[in-house]
């Protein structure tokens, strides 16, 4: 059962959990909730991925706010948090958007002609679907857990050198990607609600 409630002060040292890994959206929506509705209180970030490990970690008392997506104004609903959000008990302390951009990141050396495979989280392939069709019609789209771990994992080598992912600005510095290409959502005003979720 889903009640929302208003925000309240929180004591110091916070953890908030966020649907991604370093350099998501998310944590971006974490740290602007922490900015904006938690000013002047400590808080740690924890790199969630899913939005079912985030509502766990919120129900077993692992941290205090967890922050996921829930809409976007081009991809629509975000199917994973509905259904994580089905199973768990939570108040909505706020749903809050943020102008979301996405970007075509390869490993330094990797060219536009030797891309074979796209891959994102199914929302951030949702918001770019134009784009991809139009630019990328014969490359192959496969969805990802995640766009910051998509990223992560074309770094380390998890991924293939062929292969380009689709995600923030923040994630191409933290994991030293080249952006062959920005803003490449079809909508460019591209607002994703977040939901900040306490229990």
């Given amino acids: ?18 649907m991604g890994a370093k350099g998501s959206f998310s944590e971006e929506a974490g ?6 509705w938690l000013p002047n209180k400590k808080f740690t970030i924890e790199y969630l991925i899913t939005a079912e490990n985030v509502l766990t970690a919120l129900e077993k008392g692992e941290i205090d706010f967890g922050i996921f997506p829930i809409e976007n104004s081009n991809g629509g609903i975000v199917l994973e948090a509905v259904h994580a959000m ?15 951009h996405h970007n ?24 770019c679907r134009m784009y991809l069709k139009r630019i990328w019609p014969k490359v192959k789209i ?28 923040a994630a191409a510095q933290m994991y030293r990607l080249k952006i062959l290409e920005e803003s490449i959502q079809d ?13």
């Fill in 86 to 100: 089905a199973k768990h008990n939570f108040h909505i302390r706020k749903m809050f958007e943020i102008d979301i």
């Fill in 142 to 169: 496969e969805a990802y857990t995640d766009t910051a771990k998509a990223a992560e994992d074309l770094a380390s080598g998890k991924l293939p050198k062929s292969t380009a992912v689709i995600a923030s600005r």
């Fill in 187 to 199: 909508l460019k005003f591209n607002y994703t609600v977040f939901i900040a979720a306490a229990k």
């Fill in 1 to 18: 059962m889903v009640k929302v409630q208003n925000s309240r002060p929180a004591s110091n040292g916070m953890k908030i959990g966020v």
């Fill in 31 to 36: 740290r602007t909730y922490a900015k904006k």
């Fill in 104 to 127: 075509l990141l390869v490993k330094n050396g990797t060219t536009a002609d030797s891309i074979k495979k796209i891959v994102s989280h199914d929302q951030a392939l949702k918001q």
